[in-house]
């Protein structure tokens, strides 16, 4: 009797999850298709003249079909590398509806963002490397991946005259 009061109550209560439906306010989980899709996050190498002001540039790849949404998209610098670094900037995203909220808009990047990181004091001449660990979700539709960190480089180059 346990045991079937105990299977009943799972299906009422996860019928619709494990129906693909999800659970209000819990994520959908992703099909095995949507999880193929990843998104990329390039460093790029900035090339400048010596005592010129500069930024690092980090690029957030997005695939067809799918968004980050921008306040789920964070970098964080781990090793600046030698180089005095201020906030990373984000750009501008497109206000959408939220499918998980109705009636709230969030911004959300579906192309390619870049994040602008700048240096505050002109290095020396050379090559400089920086370490950022970002964070983000993509989604497509209602479902989501699960959110993902990875750690990315981006090279200042510094020419001597």
């Known amino acids: 009797m346990l045991g079937t009061l105990c299977a009943l109550t799972l299906s009422?209560?996860?019928?619709p999850a494990l129906a693909g439906g999800g659970l209000p306010g819990l994520?959908?989980?992703?099909?095995?298709?949507?999880?193929?899709?990843?998104v990329a996050i390039v460093g790029g190498t900035t090339t400048v003249a010596p005592g010129s002001s500069a930024a690092l540039e980090l690029t957030v790849v997005v695939?067809?079909?799918?968004?980050?949404?921008?306040?789920?998209?964070?970098v964080q610098v781990t090793d600046p590398g030698g180089l005095s670094l201020g906030p990373p900037s984000l750009p501008p995203g497109l206000s959408a509806?939220?499918?998980?909220?109705?009636?709230?808009?969030?911004?959300q990047y579906d192309f390619d963002a870049v994040v602008l990181v700048p240096v505050l004091?002109?290095?020396p001449a050379g090559e400089h490397v920086a370490t950022f660990d970002v964070r983000w979700q993509a989604c497509s539709?209602?479902?989501?991946?699960?959110?993902?960190?990875?750690q990315v480089t981006a090279r200042l180059v510094v020419r001597a005259p």
């Open 141 to 150: 539709g209602g479902v989501c991946l699960m959110p993902r960190t990875e």
């Open 63 to 74: 695939p067809p079909g799918f968004h980050v949404y921008q306040d789920m998209l964070h």
């Open 97 to 107: 509806p939220d499918p998980a909220a109705p009636g709230r808009l969030r911004e």
């Open 121 to 123: 004091k002109a290095p």
């Open 27 to 38: 994520p959908v989980p992703a099909s095995p298709a949507v999880s193929q899709a990843t």
């Open 12 to 15: 009422v209560l996860w019928g």
